[in-house]
């Protein structure tokens, strides 16, 4: 009951305390309330928080900055195993009988100016207490959640936590057993949230941690992405997205006593604020952006006109199917500079193309090539299929031979169809791997999450340990408009080259094998009159004849007629 009361007293709270406010190094939090606070170096900031209710057993601070390290310390003088340094750091203070005041510390570490936001929330004896059993870390009991990045996943680390206790009690024993009155009865929801799209400024990372820095905040504003009991290891991996702001936020629950806390959240980019190389604001490469110009204006030409002429079609299709394969190739071997992947993989692009066109123009096995074409149609569907959220199903997530073998599948069945409906697999590939390529253009200049539909194919090819991860990616107001445009094209593409294509043949015939035809036409019909028309090597030598011959005077040559 008395815990009921004090939350219906906490909004009350700001109408009968002081205003919030930070002079002379000293903070004043009120419990559940953000406060902004900036500081300079070599300055330590007193947070201070009182009038704490006696049903509170123990408080956390959390503080919050966008890509700066801010220092949060029990005391003036920072010491190992008694401070944490982060963008996202939190402390957990127990409190004592009789305690009705607490003061924490802020510093900056880094030589600079630091600005964030940071929260005070209060807990009682019967919620857990987050990172009390915390065996890995430096504090003693540590309630951060350990973030690390790289360019395929993002992985974060929490230590475990304990059942609660009241202000003065012995802790209980973290590993002694494991039975129902201990802390093996914990779970832990390991919570997502995404910031939005294209979205770097700090108002916005500080309005989206304010709304997911509680229990009810994370249950409401995040999205659940697992569930692990005490037995399993407190790990969890997700796909890193250079450049999209992401908060992971983990929540302990105590079954049986139908309680619950929170730990500190933390965020990340993907991507690094302070590189003036490949940092978050100039994410995009101008190779990237020249390389899926090009590929979205031909894409866009194949979508509409791709069945049409068909030597282009074949050649965009070779292009994309032998530069992609190569890329990942190099890539997964080499660790080569990205602008000489690139520029490599066009090259090898450029022959696949002339190679495909070739083989058609030489053989003119149509139906060779369009299975090639209905490979690109059947990666592109397996690959938006692994896209839904059957993608993070444990079948497929544990397991990297279902994975490949049910993604080969979809793959090589898409070229079945088109041995029985060639021309209109061949134009409804035209029309959607056309329009895809022009997502993918716009996704150089505005960053859209449909390009992850192949990125992620690509990223666990790459690395051994994606498999883990989950791939969940924001779909906001830019990835809707994308999809539609998607779609509208894609249509559009397909239903105009059908109707257009209606009472033509179904493929443009072999030049070479029209060539052939046209040589033997004519030297068994003696009437054409190109039957008589001497060969080139002929007609080249009677030229160089022509030229080099002493020309005649002029004048009557002829005897006179008597």
């Not at 009682?124 to 987050?130: E, L």
């Not at 504090?139 to 992985?155: A, M, R, S, V």
């Not at 074409?373 to 497929?396: E, H, I, K």
Request: net charge neutral; proline share 6%.
């Amino acid at each position: 009951m008395c815990r009921w009361i004090w939350y219906l007293l906490l909004p009350l709270l700001p109408l009968t305390a002081p205003a919030q406010a930070q002079e002379e190094n000293r903070v004043v939090f009120l419990l559940g309330t953000f406060q902004n606070v900036s500081f300079s170096h070599n300055e330590t900031v007193q947070a201070v928080v009182s009038r704490i209710p006696p049903e509170v057993a123990f408080i956390t601070l959390q503080f919050h900055t966008q890509h700066r390290n801010a220092t949060l310390s029990y005391s003036r003088m920072p010491s190992l195993g008694f401070s944490l340094t982060a963008v996202d750091s939190g402390l957990l203070s127990p409190l004592v009988p009789s305690q009705t005041t607490l003061s924490l510390f802020l510093l900056s570490p880094d030589g600079g100016a630091v600005a964030g936001t940071g929260v005070i929330l209060p807990y009682t004896s019967d919620d857990p207490v987050p990172g009390a059993c915390n065996l890995e870390f430096n504090l003693d009991i540590d309630p951060n959640i350990y973030l690390h990045y790289n360019l395929y996943e993002t992985t974060i680390r929490f230590a475990p936590a304990n059942i609660g206790y009241a202000r003065g009690a012995t802790p209980p024993a973290c590993d002694v057993s494991t039975g129902g009155d201990t802390r093996w009865r914990l779970r832990y929801d390991v919570y997502q949230s995404f910031l939005p799209e294209n979205d770097l400024s700090e108002r916005s990372l500080f309005s989206s941690i304010q709304a997911v820095a509680d229990v009810r905040g994370v249950a409401k504003n995040a999205k659940l992405v697992l569930t692990l009991s005490s037995d399993d290891t407190t790990v969890a991996v997700f796909s890193s997205i250079p450049g999209q702001g992401v908060i992971y936020s983990v929540v302990v629950r105590d079954p049986v006593a139908n309680t619950s806390a929170s730990y500190v959240p933390v965020h990340t980019y993907a991507c690094s604020f302070t590189s003036t190389l490949d940092g978050c604001a100039t994410l995009g490469k101008i190779s990237t952006k020249v390389f899926f110009t090009i590929a979205g204006l031909a894409g866009l030409f194949v979508c509409f006109f791709g069945h049409r002429f068909f030597k282009c079609e074949l050649f965009c299709m070779g292009f994309s199917f032998a530069g992609f394969f190569f890329f990942v190739l190099i890539t997964r071997t080499t660790a080569l500079d990205y602008n000489i992947r690139l520029s490599l993989t066009a090259v090898i692009g450029v022959l696949g193309g002339v190679v495909l066109v070739m083989s058609w123009w030489r053989f003119g096995s149509v139906m060779a090539c369009v299975v090639v074409v209905g490979l690109m149609l059947g990666f592109l569907l397996a690959s938006t299929v692994f896209f839904t959220p059957l993608g993070d199903l444990d079948v497929f997530r544990t397991s990297d031979a279902v994975f490949w073998v049910t993604f080969c599948c979809i793959v090589v069945v898409v070229p079945l169809f088109f041995v029985r409906w060639p021309r209109e697999g061949n134009i409804t590939t035209c029309g959607i791997v056309g329009a895809y390529a022009v997502v993918l253009a716009v996704n150089a200049y505005v960053y859209t999450s449909l390009s992850y539909i192949t990125l992620n194919i690509l990223k666990r090819f790459l690395n051994n340990n994606f498999s883990a991860a989950f791939t969940d990616v924001p779909f906001q107001t830019i990835d809707f408009v994308m999809i539609t445009v998607w779609v509208v094209l894609g249509v559009s593409g397909v239903v105009l080259q059908l109707h257009r294509e209606r009472s033509r043949p179904f493929f443009p015939p072999s030049p070479y094998l029209m060539w052939r035809q046209e040589r033997e036409r004519r030297k068994t019909n003696v009437l054409d009159p190109s039957h008589h028309v001497p060969s080139l090597p002929g007609r080249l030598m009677a030229r160089v004849q022509q030229l080099t011959r002493r020309r005649e005077p002029a004048g009557e040559h002829t005897p006179l007629l008597l």
